[in-house]
């Protein structure tokens, strides 16, 4: 009656084998390090650049524990935060510009660990130390600047077609075009239409004057506000790779905020500054008459920058078109050769002055420069085919089709596309976060000692077995979050500690319903069996209903209270599994091979 078959009994063994496993990197800790990364991809992370952090390590006599090359870095790790330090320094100054260096911290866990993809919770902001910033995007600044823009474009695209109007304005969200007769009005509005489709036009006569009023269309507001929380995602995250944080957060919250946490960053004024900051976009032609030597200076008129392979090139003072004028980049592909492509589109004034520039300079390359800090770096210089018109742009040539991705939102993405407002701020620093982790860990064995001896003082027997499937069910929710590569911060600890309260629940109810059924005169077989089978019902519905509750805080919830819902799921499949099979597979153990069971130690 209270037997598992053989496989039952090595299923749960496995599983708590496998939970061991993947919680063990967990209490090996971390070493401070330094990560070596190459900023451009004909920089690659090597055997040469491995040898190179190696010689600059030990000529300025710091002794790394070890250093390990990857498929992306180069990582060195260190005993102590001193020598990790000094490592940053040395390693900035030897290796230049070509290379991020980044301080981090390792997992502490043998190798074999690693190899089994068996690696550790990552800590959040307020367990590892850094700054957290939560920033507002204007929203309204970025409706005006589209509608601004889309008012010069006006203004161009009728000067264009020579239809006269006697002006352009706007009120609010209102655009107003005003013509000197109904002919010109039915002109601009025909050629409005075709080329505005964002705008809901309609007529209006008020004081003598022939009028047309448009309004963005709500799913065109909807894309501009998108696009621009977007855009201030990939700029913020391109910005913070200069601060060297190896695993910084950066994601939208809600509709209009972007959360930003920099572990280990404490230096909170410099971290604003790059996150404020502006940068700017140029088209330039590449001066390809004059070729560039190593050292020497750049010829008359023009000016040297890098590309993103690391190659120089001269590019004329000339400005044919800043950032301003391009008002989408989607990547794509080529419609003649299906090769990854970038497709561009310029605003009315952009598409007149990109095609007169085309027009006049066909087999010449075109370099596309991000300024930032003063510093400029060409993202893509293409050769110009034939003359382009009509304001769209393909950027096409042995590009795969992350490239094409990559490029396309950093066209975009050059500027902020709305100013933004830190509304939080917070520092939370080494030592105290530290003393949280110190916390957190005391409090929950505090707990689990506490309920340990309840537990055994009142049921006995089954108390203990309650326990050691209580340690079971917290084995496989560290096992689990670890597996997924969570971020362990205080309200998931907390949520671990309100676990283990919860899933004690479905003990109590199973030795309840056992005590019961032996006050009823049932044998102590019959009792077991009866308990466990009678309980499941009610412990289901009990974990299903918070179940709902955790999902709940997920989906509408965000921040720290995801981190908390995440745990409370999990917490409950760990304690479903626990509570119901590891605990009986015990008391099966132990009690379902005697044939004449007279009495069970239960309390």
């Known amino acids: 009656m209270n037997r598992y078959p053989l496989w039952k009994y090595l299923l749960i063994l496995a599983v708590l084998v496998l939970g061991l496993l993947y919680t063990l990197p967990n209490f090996f800790g971390e070493s401070p390090a330094v990560q070596v990364q190459p900023l451009h991809s004909s920089v690659k992370a090597d055997g040469a650049l491995l040898q190179r952090v190696q010689s600059s390590l030990q000529a300025a006599g710091l002794n790394p524990a070890a250093v390990s090359l990857d498929s992306t870095s180069v990582k060195a790790r260190f005993t102590d935060t001193d020598s990790q330090l000094k490592a940053k320094d040395v390693l900035q100054k030897q290796l230049g510009e070509d290379y991020v260096v980044a301080l981090n911290l390792l997992s502490s866990s043998p190798q074999w660990l690693t190899d089994l993809h068996a690696l550790p919770m990552y800590l959040g902001l307020d367990l590892r130390g850094g700054v957290h910033f939560l920033l507002q995007v ?118 209009d905020r972007v959360v930003v946490q920099l572990p280990g960053v404490q230096d909170t004024a410099r971290a604003k500054d790059i996150l404020g900051r502006t940068a700017t976009l140029e088209v330039r032609l590449v001066d390809d008459e004059h070729p560039v030597v190593a050292g020497s200076a750049a010829p008359l008129g023009t000016e040297l920058f890098r590309d993103r392979d690391g190659n120089t090139l001269a590019v004329k003072k000339g400005v044919i078109l800043t950032g301003e004028r391009i008002s989408d980049a989607q990547p794509g592909f080529d419609n003649r050769t299906n090769e990854p492509a970038v497709h561009i589109n310029l605003d009315n004034i952009g598409a007149r002055k990109f095609k007169e520039s085309t027009r006049e300079n066909v087999n010449r390359r075109m370099a596309i420069i991000l300024f930032e800090k003063g510093r400029g770096e060409v993202i893509t210089a293409p050769v110009i085919r034939e003359e382009i018109g ?197 008391v099966n153990l132990i009690y379902g091979r005697r044939a004449r069971l007279s009495k069970v130690a239960i309390g």
């Not at 105290?432 to 982790?437: M, P």
């Open 390 to 586: 009509g304001g769209r742009v393909q950027i096409s040539g042995k590009m795969s089709t992350e490239e094409a991705q990559d490029v396309s939102l950093l066209l975009r993405a050059g500027a902020l596309a709305a100013p933004m407002e830190i509304v939080e701020e917070r520092t939370v620093g080494p030592s105290l976060g530290a003393d949280n982790i110190a916390r957190g860990f005391q409090s929950t064995q505090i707990g689990f000692a506490a309920i340990c001896i309840f537990m055994v003082a009142y049921y006995l027997m089954f108390g203990t077995v309650s326990m050691l499937a209580l340690a079971a069910n917290l084995l496989l929710l560290v096992a689990l979050l670890s597996t997924l590569q969570a971020t362990l911060t205080l309200p998931g600890m907390a949520g671990i500690a309100l676990t283990l309260g919860m899933a004690i629940d479905a003990n109590v109810l199973i030795n309840e319903r056992i005590r019961e059924e032996l006050r009823n005169g049932v044998t102590p077989q019959a009792a077991i069996h009866a308990g466990y089978d009678r309980a499941f019902a009610t412990i289901l519905d009990s974990n299903i209903t918070t179940m709902i509750a955790g999902v709940a805080l997920f989906m509408f919830g965000s921040g720290p209270v995801r981190g908390f819902a995440v745990v409370l799921c999990l917490g409950i499949l760990t304690s479903m599994f626990s509570a119901v099979l590891v605990s009986r597979s015990l």
């Open 138 to 255: 204007d929203m309204k600044a970025a409706l005006d600047k589209s509608l601004e823009s889309t008012i010069s474009d006006l203004r161009s695209t009728l000067r264009e077609q020579n239809i006269p109007y006697s002006g352009v304005s706007r009120d609010g969200k209102q655009i107003t075009v005003k013509f000197r007769d109904e002919a010109a009005r039915t002109a601009g509005g025909a050629k409005i239409k075709l080329q505005f489709n964002d705008l809901a036009m309609f007529e209006k006569d008020a004081g003598g004057e022939f009028q047309l009023v448009g309004t963005l269309k709500p799913e065109a507001e909807k894309r501009i506000l998108d696009s621009a929380v977007q855009q201030n995602l990939l700029t913020l995250r391109n910005r913070v790779n200069e601060l060297g944080v190896a695993e910084p957060v950066i994601q939208q919250q809600g509709a």
